[in-house]
């Protein structure tokens, strides 16, 4: 891993320090936040390309619907014998 210095506010430093868990380092406290915050970016990308597609693909978008229609909820019948 590559080392890398990062500068912080002092107010915000004050912040993250009065929220962070007592057992986390500092720099493990901000690398988590910003790996949450790059995973949070990469999936709202893909929501949005699976969005564009669903536009493009009628079938697909059909297929979603029938999905989420589905009564996941409900256990499923019994087959007669």
């Known amino acids: 891993m590559s080392a890398t210095t990062v500068k912080l506010e002092a107010a915000l430093l004050k ?3 009065s929220v962070k868990p007592a057992s986390q380092s500092l720099s493990a406290y901000v690398r988590e936040a910003v ?10 990308d893909a929501a949005e390309r699976y969005r564009a597609l669903l536009e493009e693909h009628s079938e697909e ?21």
């Open 15 to 17: 912040e993250i320090r």
């Open 35 to 44: 790996e949450r915050d790059v995973m949070r970016r990469k999936m709202r």
């Open 61 to 81: 978008a059909a297929d979603l619907a029938t999905w989420e229609a589905a009564p996941l909820a409900t256990p499923p019948r019994e087959a007669r014998k």
